[in-house]
């Protein structure tokens, strides 16, 4: 990383001597200087690199330009979850999910669609009465109908179902759950298949980076699914990771029996949060893990791609769940690259 930093550092001293002698104007050298992307870097091994944001961040210019330039993969971090689009019973709202897929259709970028099926930011009307599983399945099977249909043709993926179970390895006592039984996530992802047959159907969960138990019930069940014909395409490792947790050694290996089981796998929510002030040693190590984490997706074939779970420290989620906590993003909060975004470029190059 100093290396690069350091051919960094000279390749802008050299273009500010070819521009102060006038020898780099033109379109052909505008054109020649403009760096790539983490897109197009991450493209060059037939992956994406994706961000997520959400709708009241889109009217600061300053990060809507990034945003919509160094990635080609955007996830709504909040505008697609249920208490957004079905706000009352049958009633959908579109706004914000729409707002975005209309922003990333115009940066050229495909969106990754979050979340149909969670326990989680459910409207009031869901959780505060208690369903029949008769009924509750006509909800859900609605839900995810009317939603999924209304995306059509315009979104990459689906997270069918987020964070289905525990540390452990059992099921999550979610609503779903407990209503319907854990044969409500092959439904889900058979409603979705059936409400748009091209979205790539996701699971998707946190600390299952790591094979554990809980990476370990995602591999059983993935195997279940696939062995009943049931349409799952891919598992979503988020990685919210933390430097004082250490780095999941085994995620290589994890992404590797996942494909071989026939399924793509997708890095989705990447943060690297540290105990703050963050120091450059922590910077340093959050550098190392962010190369790390790119080197064993692009080690394994069917890992399509990554999402950091927003770009900027400005707009974590971070510090409002975690108090003490941050500094997870590799562009700090005046929007400036961090050793992290240094580490994912060499990690691609
Ligand atoms: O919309 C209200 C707003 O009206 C109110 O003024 C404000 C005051 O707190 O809250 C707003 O709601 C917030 C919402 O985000 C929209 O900004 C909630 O408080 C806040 O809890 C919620 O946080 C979201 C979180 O999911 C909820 O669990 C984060 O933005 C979102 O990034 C985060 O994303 C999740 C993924 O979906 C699943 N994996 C974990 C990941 C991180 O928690």
Not at 27 to 36: F, G, K, N
Request: glycine share 8%; charged share 25%; hydrophobic share 40%.
């Amino acid at each position: 990383m100093p290396r690069h930093s350091t051919r960094l550092r000279l390749a802008g001293a050299l273009a500010a001597v070819l521009v102060a002698a006038g020898l780099a104007t033109g379109p052909a050298a505008q054109a020649h200087e403009r760096q790539p992307t983490l897109a197009d870097l991450a493209r060059r091994h037939g992956r994406y690199f994706g961000s997520a944001t959400d709708n009241p961040e889109l009217t600061d210019s300053a990060y809507t330009q990034t945003l919509g330039s160094e990635f080609d993969m955007i996830t709504p971090g909040n505008g697609m979850k249920w208490y957004a689009t079905e706000p009352q019973q049958g009633v959908f709202d579109w706004a914000n999910g729409d707002e975005i897929v209309r922003l990333a259709r115009q940066n050229h970028q495909r969106v990754r669609a979050h979340t149909l099926v969670w326990h989680s930011q459910l409207p009031g009307w869901l959780t505060s009465k208690q369903w029949t599983a008769a009924e509750l399945r006509a909800v859900l099977k609605k839900h995810i109908t009317t939603e999924v249909r209304h995306y059509r043709g315009k979104v990459y993926s689906w997270d069918v179902v987020n964070e289905a179970f525990n540390e452990d390895g059992t099921y999550r006592e979610t609503l779903w759950y407990k209503t319907l039984g854990p044969g409500y996530i092959a439904d889900a992802l058979r409603w979705a298949h059936q409400a748009d047959p091209h979205a790539r159907l996701y699971l998707n969960d946190y600390n299952i980076e790591a094979v554990g138990p809980k990476s370990d019930s995602y591999y059983r069940l993935a195997k279940e699914l696939k062995a009943q014909g049931v349409p799952l395409d891919g598992i979503g490792l988020q990685a919210h990771l933390a430097l004082q947790y250490g780095y999941p050694a085994t995620l290589e290996d994890n992404l590797r029996r996942f494909s071989r089981l026939g399924l793509d796998t997708a890095l989705t929510e990447v943060d690297v949060r540290m105990q703050l002030p963050a120091t450059d040693d922590k910077l340093a190590e959050q550098a190392a893990w962010y190369r790390d984490l790119t080197g064993a997706c692009l080690a394994v074939r069917r890992c399509v791609g990554l999402t950091i779970w927003d770009y900027t420290d400005k707009y974590s989620w971070i510090p409002a769940f975690f108090p003490g906590e941050g500094a997870a993003l590799p562009w700090d909060e005046q929007l400036r690259p961090k050793p992290a975004y240094y580490a994912l470029r060499e990690a691609l190059r």
